[in-house]
């Protein structure tokens, strides 16, 4: 079968620095998106990777190692606006998005 | 329209009723997606459609249907709505397939089978 992992949760402070991880088994690999997600709005695109190493945007990060089937999302200088859940999701052999459950992250002053 | 749209943004329904969920997006999108999501799981793809006029089942099909009459409109409909069907739906599209286009996401329709 498929499957995606992320943490379930995790907690930080603001200013501080965190690393939301995301493995994956999936049928084949076109790519791997992040995703964020305010409590109750919609899911907004954050990066896309298909090749090896870190693509960076801003204060947001993401790394892919394929042969691992890993993928991380870097968020530096965290500030208060940056809790939410934040969804990884995979583009399989069929072209089609398998998602993550999501990691509910958690920022305290 | 700016975007993808939902109609309507919350519904309570009685078991055994038929209900149509809407979606419209006026980004000249070829692909359009629908999906549910409930709490513990991640998004789930009920149906899609790659181009107006084609539709194909996503992981979650049953009890669902949908049409791509046109470019804009993709409608989802329960023909006879059952409890389990209680969950938040997403609409999405995007310009292509899933091949590296991001996909957009309206604001949701909350969904209550009684």
């Known amino acids: 079968g498929q499957n995606i992992d992320q943490p379930t949760e995790m907690t930080a402070t603001e200013g501080a620095i965190v690393q939301i991880n995301c493995t994956y088994q999936?049928?084949?690999?076109?790519?791997l998106f992040w995703y964020q997600q305010h409590a109750g709005e919609a899911p907004t695109f954050l990066s896309y990777?298909?090749l090896d190493g870190l693509e960076e945007k801003g204060r947001f990060s993401s790394f892919l190692s394929r042969s691992k089937g890993y993928s991380y999302l870097l968020l530096k200088e965290l500030q208060m606006k940056d809790s939410a859940s934040y969804l990884c999701?995979?583009?399989?052999?069929?072209?089609?998005?398998?998602w993550g459950a999501g990691t509910k992250l958690i920022i305290k002053p | 329209i700016a975007g993808i749209t939902q109609a309507p943004t919350s519904q309570i329904l009685a078991a055994g009723r038929r209900m149509t969920l809407r979606c419209t997006q006026d980004?000249?999108?070829?692909?359009m997606y629908w999906y549910r999501q409930d709490l513990g799981l991640g998004l789930r793809l009920i149906h899609y459609?790659?181009?107006?006029?084609?539709?194909g089942k996503g992981e979650v099909p049953d009890g669902y249907s949908v049409s791509r009459a046109n470019t804009d409109d993709f409608p989802l409909t329960l023909a006879s709505a059952v409890p389990s069907q209680t969950s938040v739906y997403f609409c999405?599209?995007?310009?292509?397939?899933?091949?590296?286009?991001?996909?957009?996401f309206g604001p949701g329709t909350r969904l209550t089978v009684l």
């Open positions: 999405a599209s995007s310009a292509a397939d899933s091949s590296g286009n991001e996909q957009f």
């Open positions: 980004m000249r999108h070829n692909a």
């Open positions: 459609s790659n181009t107006a006029g084609t539709t």
């Open positions: 999936t049928s084949g690999f076109n790519g």
């Open positions: 990777n298909v």
């Open positions: 999701a995979v583009i399989d052999s069929n072209y089609q998005l398998i």
